[in-house]
């Protein structure tokens, strides 16, 4: 089993709003990750997870704050976000050991913000 | 900062004929993964590849990691209509063990 589940699948949301976006794996995987995608674009990095402590954060604005509560689950809170951030957002997860690198990749949340 | 150049950026092809891309850099990867997106899905992860000059298939489907660590191809032999979609390679990097992306291959077969 490789899956990598995300809700919401949608989510419309107002600059003043605050909301969560979840994901989840049952794979015993110890990397987690949330990447950012645009139309036609390749997903771009935002936050890496390793063994449940944040080991990235590529410069990501303060509105968003991600969360990793336990091993399978990875939260990233949305507050006071701008037109320019809707985008499909990803979660990934790996095993992140030597020969065993692969990223598996969630169905995403197509976030609009108005 | 590492990136990686996939060509061709798009592809028209009839159904039945093979398909060819590649991904190139200037700097070395301990790692190539070839990913397939459909429109409003996440990236499926293809062929996953670890040493140099490896080649692997899975089904219809051939990637080989270049002898230099410095590019990767993917195969796609007799294409059907399900084919379509944007195919990513992503090489990793054994200095900051981020994923790096290239801009895509969207590929559109004809019935």
């Known amino acids: 089993d490789t899956e990598v589940t995300q809700t919401p699948k949608h989510l419309v949301m107002g600059m003043t709003n605050k909301k969560s976006l979840k994901c989840e794996q049952h794979?015993?995987?110890?990397?987690m990750y949330w990447y950012k995608q645009k139309a036609k674009k390749p997903p771009e990095l935002m936050f890496v997870?390793?063994?449940?402590?944040?080991?990235i954060n590529e410069s990501v604005p303060s509105r968003f704050s991600p969360e990793c509560p336990n091993s399978s689950l990875l939260n990233l809170h949305l507050h006071a976000l701008q037109p320019e951030d809707s985008a499909l957002y990803l979660c990934a997860s790996s095993y992140q050991r030597e020969g065993s690198y692969e990223q598996y990749f969630g169905p995403g949340t197509r976030l609009t913000v108005t | 900062g590492q990136q990686l150049n996939q060509s061709p950026q798009s592809m028209f092809i009839q159904e039945g004929e093979d398909v060819s891309m590649n991904c190139t850099s200037s700097s070395i990867f301990n790692t190539w993964l070839w990913y397939k997106q459909d429109p409003g899905e996440g990236p499926v992860l293809l062929i996953a590849l670890y040493k140099a000059g490896e080649l692997t298939s899975n089904g219809r489907l051939t990637a080989q990691f270049g002898i230099t660590r410095k590019d990767s191809f993917l195969n796609i032999s007799a294409s059907i209509p399900s084919d379509v979609g944007i195919y990513f390679c992503a090489g990793r990097s054994s200095n900051t063990g981020k994923l790096i992306f290239g801009q895509g291959t969207t590929l559109q077969v004809k019935p």
């Open positions: 794979m015993g995987h110890r990397a």
């Open positions: 997870y390793s063994y449940e402590k944040l080991s």
